[in-house]
């Protein structure tokens, strides 16, 4: 195999993009690499064109990841780190990343003590929250502990119940002379999942977004991997700012940060803006997601549709909690919920902090999926 100090100069880009597609779980072997720089000499190239057909021929990403693909060539090659959803230039999906620039500031104040709603129209304002007694400090202590575990590739050491560790078991007898100690032995971590948060807050959920940014903020506080983003007809990922210890800071920085509070919502095209970014995408890897939303879509449901099943594919627990599920008489009847039905894990009542604590702390445990559930009540 060749080496990367005997390589030309000029075919480092395409030996790094192959190793960056790699990092992001792309099956990519040495000889697609190879194939790949082989490709672009007998092609000229003439153009990035031709660069990007001969990536596609050799690497072959799978058709469900080819989007996901494009945004990878597109920030290697072009460094262009913005997201777009196809459409028209006025339905453009922004999207806002937080992007951990402000971490240092952020982790000195966190060492402080202190349907007819739904449009698709945007409309930019900011939002307030006021401090008040909401039960979130146990659901806090107890999130890390609750949530979904896998194991990890990462060993420590045991005493019991695990493999040999022939290694360390080697170096022991050496030092002892050649007397055999009792075998050394390792076994696999067991780590929690990551938690992702989607949260809504077009203009139908206005009465529910203060309470859902505070379960946010506690789960954040809780979880060693909590991720959040904020949806409307943006997207916004407020991670950084809900780390900050003090609830009434992280919330105003939070509010701060999102600019289409209280507007319309194309809940579709976000998801897939969502995973168009690969360090998006890839926090949705293994993940237990909720997303809280009414779900109301306007106009076709395709988009979504897509969305929540790639969602899916990747997360190890999807569930839509929504508000209208409090009513006893709710049903999931619209296009949109009929169509994103089968995908889910999970459809909850969204309308009150005490349900959602408790349904989050309860992800770890197995239950029927949604579709099961909803078939039966109706």
């Not at 990841?65 to 913005?82: C, I, K, L, P, V």
Request: charged share 30%; proline share 5%; glycine share 8%.
């Amino acid at each position: 195999m060749m080496r990367e100090t005997s390589l030309p100069r000029a075919a480092a880009p395409f030996l790094a993009f192959g190793r960056l597609l790699r990092r992001y779980g792309f099956a990519i072997a040495p000889e697609q690499v190879s194939g790949f720089m082989q490709a672009v000499t007998l092609l000229g190239p003439r153009s990035m064109a031709d660069i990007r057909e001969a990536a596609l021929a050799t690497l072959a990403p799978p058709p469900d990841r080819r989007d996901e693909f494009e945004a990878h060539f597109q920030s290697h090659f072009y460094g262009n780190t913005s997201a777009m959803v196809e459409g028209d230039a006025d339905e453009e999906t922004r999207i806002k990343d937080d992007g951990g620039a402000d971490d240092e500031r952020i982790n000195a104040e966190q060492r402080q003590e202190g349907g007819e709603l739904s449009s698709g129209a945007e409309q930019l304002s900011t939002r307030d929250f006021r401090r008040d007694d909401d039960g979130l400090t146990t659901f806090r202590r107890k999130l890390a502990s609750a949530l979904p575990a896998r194991r990890s590739f990462r060993t420590v050491r045991t005493h019991s119940r695990g493999k040999l560790d022939l290694r360390r078991s080697l170096r022991e007898i050496v030092s002892a002379d050649g007397d055999v100690p009792s075998p050394l032995q390792r076994r696999r971590q067991t780590v929690p999942r990551k938690l992702l948060l989607l949260i809504d807050v077009s203009g139908s959920m206005k009465l529910h977004t203060a309470d859902y940014l505070k379960l946010a903020h506690a789960a954040v506080q809780g979880a060693d991997r909590a991720e959040i983003f904020t949806f409307g007809t943006r997207l916004t990922r407020i991670t950084s700012a809900l780390r900050i210890r003090d609830r009434d800071q992280a919330l105003a920085r939070a509010a701060a940060q999102v600019d289409d509070w209280d507007g319309g919502t194309r809940m579709g095209p976000t998801l897939l803006a969502f995973l168009s970014v690969p360090r998006f995408s890839a926090f949705a890897r293994g993940a237990g997601i909720v997303i809280l939303s009414d779900a109301l879509e306007r106009g076709d449901h395709g988009e979504l549709e897509t969305a929540m099943r790639r969602l899916s594919a990747r997360a190890f627990r999807l569930s839509l909690a929504t508000p209208l599920a409090g009513d006893p008489r709710f049903r999931p009847a619209t296009a949109a919920l009929r169509a994103i039905l089968p995908v889910l894990d999970d459809l909850v009542d969204g309308s009150s902090l005490a349900g959602l604590t408790d349904f989050i702390l309860s992800l770890a445990r197995p239950a029927p999926a949604a579709a099961t559930i909803w078939k039966r009540v109706s």
